[in-house]
């Protein structure tokens, strides 16, 4: 079902999904995509006041997206353009240099390019390595974490990142793979640990019942906080 809303950015659709739950969850997504989770019988007409209700809240977090970049899948790397690491924003800075490589500190990224005007040949660079440091340290983070399950029988999990849609992680338990979003690593470091540990406990509890989610308290008390988090830094939702 989609309903239609008029905001700051013209009228944009609004998926409503009904789900088992027993609050609505709003969320606004980068892309200005808007979704809203309802309780399965919800009235329409509900839907509708509360979406004007909310229109205000939605066109602010709607003007926030488009102001930044930290919370964007970067479209072209340049000078002057920013990006998010493990919760950091940094402000990237593209230089000509005799060898390729990339620099970074705590308020930096700098990208020491051959060709700085070849716009294809930077974002080719910067994305691998991106994908080559997203791996190493969601790698370190899975070593970390392993331990908690480890003790259960589990086998240390194959580690894929790859780009997603709309999932942080997911797991295969017939192939034994864990896989984590490419952007990930732009989240801080409490959320990374969140997503793994999740994934992690897949291979002891297959569904998200309630043996899962009271190991998963167990083992992280704070996981719900963790998520807001994660979905306010990246995914500005309520």
Same mark, same amino acid.
């Given at each position: 079902?989609?309903?239609?809303?008029?905001?700051?950015?013209?009228?944009? /659709?609004?998926?409503?999904?009904?789900?088992?739950?027993?609050?609505?969850?709003?969320?606004?997504?980068?892309?200005?995509?808007?979704?809203?989770?309802?309780? %399965?019988?919800?009235?329409?007409? +509900?839907?509708?006041?509360?979406?004007?209700?909310?229109?205000?809240?939605?066109?602010?977090?709607? =003007?926030? +997206?488009?102001?930044?970049?930290?919370?964007?899948?970067? =479209?072209?790397?340049?000078?002057?353009?920013?990006?998010?690491?493990?919760?950091?924003?940094?402000?990237?800075?593209?230089?000509?240099?005799?060898?390729? =490589?990339?620099?970074?500190?705590?308020?930096?990224?700098?990208?020491?390019?051959?060709? /700085?005007?070849? %716009?294809?040949?930077v974002d080719r660079q910067f994305a691998n390595w991106w994908q080559k440091n997203a791996k190493q340290y969601l790698s370190s983070q899975l070593e970390k974490m392993y331990p908690i399950v480890e003790k259960y029988g589990v086998a240390m999990p194959e580690l894929r990142v790859k780009k997603m849609q709309t999932l942080w992680g997911s797991c295969s338990r017939?192939?034994?793979?864990?896989?984590?979003?490419?952007?990930?690593?732009?989240? /801080?470091?409490?959320?990374?640990?969140?997503?793994?540990?999740?994934?992690?406990?897949? +291979?002891?509890?297959?569904?998200?019942?309630?043996? +899962?989610?009271?190991?998963?308290?167990?083992?992280?008390?704070?996981? %719900?906080?963790?998520?807001?988090?994660?979905?306010?830094?990246?995914?500005?939702?309520?």
């Amino acid at each position: 079902m989609e309903y239609l809303l008029h905001t700051c950015r013209g009228e944009l /659709p609004v998926e409503i999904e009904a789900k088992e739950i027993k609050s609505l969850r709003l969320k606004v997504f980068p892309d200005a995509r808007i979704k809203l989770s309802v309780p %399965q019988g919800t009235p329409d007409k +509900f839907i509708a006041d509360f979406l004007d209700k909310k229109r205000p809240w939605i066109d602010k977090q709607l =003007r926030t +997206f488009s102001q930044t970049d930290a919370v964007e899948k970067e =479209r072209a790397i340049r000078s002057g353009t920013s990006t998010r690491i493990l919760g950091r924003q940094l402000s990237i800075k593209v230089l000509s240099a005799a060898r390729k =490589r990339i620099v970074r500190d705590d308020h930096w990224l700098l990208i020491y390019t051959t060709a /700085p005007d070849d %716009q294809n040949d930077v974002d080719r660079q910067f994305a691998n390595w991106w994908q080559k440091n997203a791996k190493q340290y969601l790698s370190s983070q899975l070593e970390k974490m392993y331990p908690i399950v480890e003790k259960y029988g589990v086998a240390m999990p194959e580690l894929r990142v790859k780009k997603m849609q709309t999932l942080w992680g997911s797991c295969s338990r017939k192939y034994h793979v864990i896989n984590l979003n490419y952007y990930l690593y732009k989240a /801080p470091v409490a959320c990374v640990e969140y997503v793994i540990l999740h994934e992690l406990l897949h +291979f002891l509890y297959r569904r998200h019942d309630k043996n +899962f989610y009271e190991m998963l308290t167990i083992c992280m008390p704070d996981w %719900q906080e963790r998520r807001r988090l994660l979905d306010y830094e990246i995914v500005l939702g309520v």
